[in-house]
Nanobody
Framework: QVQLVESGGGLVQAGGSLRLSCAAS????????MGWYRQAPGKERELVAG???????NYADSVKGRFTISRDNAKNTVYLQMNSLKPEDTAVYYC?????????????WGQGTQVTVSS
């Protein structure tokens, strides 16, 4: 019931920055946790960062101090500011949203956006 539109991926050199955005639309009662996952070729999808409706955040150890997650509740949008990017950050990044629809917890994934960091 929730559609997610991601933007902001691309190609950047090591040490550079990118900002990902994910806007949620559709029918829902409340959006709870918003987050970003990533999946590199041959690897499992992993959590990068998450933020709940109260603004509490959590990060993967590999991105702490370099990535910052934030959200604009009025726009139902979550952002991921990625600084000091490394080649190992190369992956497809997926937006994840946990929400309530018809009083039932639900979940949606974004379509994914490619982030490529060159050395």
């Amino acid at each position: 019931q929730v559609q997610l539109v991601e933007s902001g991926g691309g190609l950047v050199q090591a040490g550079g920055s990118l900002r990902l955005s994910c806007a949620a639309s559709g029918r829902f009662l409340k959006i709870n946790v918003m987050g970003w996952y990533r999946q590199a070729p041959g690897k499992e999808r992993e959590l990068v960062a998450g933020i709940n409706s109260g603004g509490i955040t959590n990060y993967a150890d590999s991105v702490k101090g370099r990535f910052t997650i934030s959200r604009d509740n009025a726009k139902n949008t979550v952002y991921l500011q990625m600084n000091s990017l490394k080649p190992e950050d190369t992956a497809v990044y997926y937006c994840s949203v946990e929400y309530v629809y018809a009083f039932t917890p639900s979940h949606s994934w974004g379509q994914g956006t490619q982030v490529t960091v060159s050395s």
